[in-house]
């Protein structure tokens, strides 16, 4: 029994494309409302605007990591990157 078991799994192809679709479409939604929950929580009534706007920009800065992670355009970006360097 589990030796068919093992066979049968052999000769289908496991992906993970279930697992990234639920990532993009739950996890991602849920870290940045939490994300900009904390953001009006921690620093909203503080009166420190200077520390509320560095969160921002980290925010702002894995955002876009984030979004050249899951649109594929990190390969571009880094091209247009060093033929600002190499001409």
């Given at each position: 029994?589990?030796?068919?078991?093992?066979?049968?799994?052999?000769?289908?192809?496991?992906?993970?494309?279930?697992?990234?679709?639920?990532?993009?479409?739950?996890?991602?939604?849920?870290?940045?409302?939490?994300?900009?929950?904390?953001?009006?929580?921690?620093?909203?009534?503080?009166?420190?605007?200077?520390?509320?706007?560095?969160?921002?920009?980290?925010?702002?800065?894995?955002?876009?990591?984030?979004g050249?992670?899951?649109?594929?355009?990190?390969?571009?970006?880094?091209?247009?990157?060093?033929?600002?360097?190499?001409?």
């Amino acid at each position: 029994m589990t030796t068919m078991t093992v066979a049968t799994l052999a000769q289908e192809s496991i992906t993970t494309g279930g697992l990234q679709d639920w990532l993009v479409e739950n996890a991602i939604p849920l870290l940045l409302l939490s994300v900009a929950v904390l953001l009006l929580w921690l620093g909203g009534g503080k009166g420190d605007n200077a520390g509320v706007m560095r969160r921002v920009g980290g925010v702002v800065i894995a955002l876009a990591v984030i979004g050249l992670a899951l649109s594929g355009a990190g390969v571009e970006v880094g091209q247009w990157l060093s033929s600002l360097f190499t001409g």
